[in-house]
């Protein structure tokens, strides 16, 4: 694929290290890759941004961030409290088509949730996919209320005729609970796709080789990697 777009269910969630690990087996594969981000919400200049933390565990990327907000709130809020011009979607669509033609792999990652509003007109990263005639994929919580928030995405992008990836649960907890256990097998229902990985907890703090090493292990072949969601699964069967 050219495009891969990467949403969270919700706000910190994991979905920058999920983006890092699929560009880092990428890049392991001897792929030009690139990682775009429409909105950097609550960051002022010069701080490092998700981008920046991508290219640290994942290696040489073309990052590229259209806008950045100071206010850690939704992209839309964010501008209009900045007296900013706001991200359309059509503008992020055009600018990972322009990287595409020099990378074998463009990954696009939201701010938040599938539906939060980059402009005053409700634009959204779902319009950015749809434009791209990308799919996307779902990075949820391991633990209770993941289910609701994952259907509600999921059943925004079959509305929207756009492919669902897959799921990758983006912080699986050491410990895991009763729900987190449940939900492997619970998750792909909801996402009505595959569960494509589990990324442990803490994978953000690995040094690049450690965090490569880790992506191989976490991620299913779909995205480069070896893990085999059915064993996982019964590892942890309730």
């Not at 501008?79 to 990972?96: D, H, N, Q, S, T």
């Not at 796709?193 to 976490?218: C, H, I, N, W, Y």
Request: hydrophobic share 50%; charged share 15%.
């Amino acid at each position: 694929m050219d495009f891969l777009v990467i949403s969270g269910t919700g706000t910190e969630i994991g979905k920058t290290v999920v983006t890092a690990a699929i560009a880092s087996l990428a890049l392991a594969a001897g792929q030009k890759v690139a990682v775009l981000k429409p909105a950097q919400t609550g960051l002022r200049p010069g701080e490092p941004g998700d981008v920046d933390q991508v290219a640290a565990l994942a290696g040489p990327v073309t990052g590229q961030e259209l806008a950045r907000f100071p206010d850690p709130l939704a992209p839309d809020t964010a501008a209009r409290r900045a007296g900013l011009p706001p991200v359309r979607p059509a503008v992020a669509a055009a600018a990972a088509t322009q990287l595409a033609e020099q990378h074998d792999l463009v990954l696009v990652e939201g701010a938040g949730g599938l539906l939060v509003r980059f402009d005053d007109s409700g634009g959204t990263l779902a319009d950015v996919a749809w434009a791209l005639g990308a799919p996307v994929l779902l990075v949820a919580a391991a633990g209770l209320g993941t289910l609701n928030a994952t259907t509600l995405s999921a059943e925004a992008l079959a509305r929207r005729g756009i492919a669902c990836a897959g799921v990758v649960i983006g912080s699986w907890p050491a410990d895991p609970d009763l729900a987190a256990r449940c939900n492997l097998s619970d998750l792909p229902v909801a996402a009505g796709a595959a569960l494509l990985g589990v990324v442990p907890t803490g994978a953000g703090q690995l040094d690049r080789v450690e965090f490569r090493a880790m992506a191989r292990r976490s991620l299913a072949p779909p995205l480069g990697g070896t893990f085999d969601a059915e064993e996982f699964t019964e590892r942890y069967a309730a």
